[in-house]
């Protein structure tokens, strides 16, 4: 059901979807333990569904996709701020202010 | 393309009765299955505490030691967990909803059977 | 060249049932921009799964959002069923169905209600709001509760409906239709109504993919992908085809909801005639574990439950991704060019629940 990517494909694999008409359905994460997280992007066609997943290490970035993607940003402004991964290149960029929570990152894993 | 189509609608509600009830003189009856409050027969309830573990927000606290059963009835969500897992089937729920209170402390009610005994 | 001013929009407004705020670009009433902002009502739902056991936290999902909460808990309590891999009964899988539709009939008509306000029609907004009264009742009836339904749990449901409760449900709806269709008449064919919601906010059908529409808003500009076609719980054994407008503006927005109220009012009637006997729940044992993805049908659009279980009674990780947060993006996309009257029916055309949207 998921399929594996190197981080480094990332923007080419969006772009064929882009291309062959898919629709980016969600973009999500996962703090697997205290050193990494699990990436999952979604898109989907008619009845296709394919969702790809990498595992990131917790200082990575990522470029973001929102240039291929316009509606991308919704997605790693909230990641960004729940999780703290850094999107260099997007669209909207709200610089943390997108969720008001009362400790910062609080999905990341660092304080319970 | 029609103008005003909506007089038809508005003739028929100025010569029906109208939709609303005249609340505090008319009181709108209570549905049988609607989840109102928790009530409990304190005679038959043996304390075991599995609808203390049950329940989801924590709202009932029961104590084996003093014969006491004790529900907050604000932090109740009325769920029918609580009576679902009852072993001697003591919990009902009722279908009038817990009056308003004036303190947050006035929704807890305690019942025992400190002076029931068998 | 005028320069241009900003206004903003929310989150307390007339119109908004919910808060939202849109700063607004705008050079002499004609909007050229819109910033979305939200995050009041952040409520951090989905650590929840980390402290509450899995099959307590039925009652946390259903409260994500009180308009569309039953398809939120069936949701969770099939991506659960699909991790521990459980089969529910035929007959729990068909009362779902018929609790899910009229959910959904019951928001459609919320809808209507606050939509008509939006533009100022009153009286429209308190006719829909009484037919959707009936429906509550007929909710409270099989459930107990008006709009938290608390009947779905992991393994199936926990309260039945009586064949004859489930007639005498089947003759009430079909009573309501004519009353829905009076309705329907004031909003598709009235000239007033027309102009206000007659190309107004047009998407497309390649922005409405490229842009991530979901639901009605999709459906409207011509993209036909409705979740229930998939087949999930009894779908696959009823009759069902996506409604799909053409034109793509808030007119036709409208009407693919108006459809979609007589299609459940339809499914539901299939589902009664076509319900088998038997038990409603399976029994649960064990923890979950492995990850899975489920899509299911709102009213307003594609939800996705992604959930990641290890072995634990409590789950790793749960993801919700409503509706509402994919419908954001187009609504920036349609803003530019409208008229800052027109914002609000934009805004509401879209049927924003940012409840669920924050979690």
Known sequence: MSEDLNIDQLQ??????????????????????????????????????????????????????????????????????????QFPGLAIDFNGHFYKTAIPNPFRGDQK | ???????????????????????????????????????????????????????????IIVQKETKTWQINRLNCITCNACVEVCPKKCLLMENCYSAAVAQPSAAVFTYSQAFTNK | MTKPTIIPFGPQHPV??????????????????????IGFIHRGLERLVEVKDFQEYVYVAERICGICSFIHGM?????????????????AAYLRVIWSELSRIHSHLLWLGLFADGFGFESLFMQSWRIREKILDIIEATTGGRVIFGSCKVGGVRRDITNDALKSIVDQLLAYQKEIHEISAV??????????????????????????????????????????????????????????????????RTVVRLKELDQSIDLIRQAVSKMPE??????????????????????????????????????????????????????????PGCSLSDVPILVLTIDPCISCTER
């Open chain 3, 278 to 335: 038997g038990t409603i729940d399976v029994k649960v044992t064990g923890f979950p574990t492995g990850e899975c993805f489920i899509r299911t049908e709102q009213p307003r659009g594609e939800v996705v439950y992604y959930l990641k279980a290890n072995g634990t009674k409590f789950l790793q990780r749960l993801r919700v991704r409503t509706p509402t947060f994919a419908n954001i993006p187009p609504l920036l996309k349609m803003l």
């Open chain 3, 75 to 91: 949701s969770y309590c099939q991506a659960v069923e699909q991790v521990m891999n459980i089969t529910i009964t035929e007959r």
């Open chain 1, 12 to 85: 080419e694999i969006t772009r064929t979807k882009f291309d062959e008409g898919y629709r980016l359905v969600q973009i999500g994460c996962t703090t697997i333990s205290t050193e990494q997280f699990e990436m999952n992007y979604s898109f989907n066609r008619v009845d296709q569904f394919i969702n790809y997943q990498t595992k990131i290490s917790k200082e990575v970035s990522i470029p973001s996709i929102s240039n291929i993607y316009p509606n991308a940003f919704l997605y790693e402004n909230e990641i960004h701020d729940l999780f703290g991964i």
């Open chain 2, 1 to 59: 393309m029609r103008f005003l189509g909506m007089i038809g609608i508005l003739i028929k509600n100025l010569i029906h009765k109208p939709a609303t009830i005249l609340y505090p003189f008319e009181k709108k009856p209570f549905l049988d299955k609607s989840r109102g409050q928790i009530q409990i027969e304190i005679d038959n309830c043996i304390f075991c505490g599995i609808c203390q573990k049950k329940c989801p927000t924590n709202a």
């Open chain 3, 187 to 252: 909003f598709t064919k009235d000239k007033t109504v027309q102009s206000r919601l007659v190309d107004v906010g047009v998407l497309s059908e390649t922005d409405a993919i490229q842009w991530g529409a979901v639901g009605p808003t999709a459906r409207a500009s011509g993209v036909a992908e409705d979740q229930r076609s998939s087949g999930y719980a009894a779908y696959g054994q009823l009759e069902f085809a996506p409604i799909v407008e053409q034109a793509g503006d808030s007119h036709a």
């Open chain 3, 16 to 37: 908004f049932p919910e808060p939202i705020h849109l700063d607004l670009v705008v050079e002499d009433e004609k909007v050229i921009q819109g910033i979305p902002s």
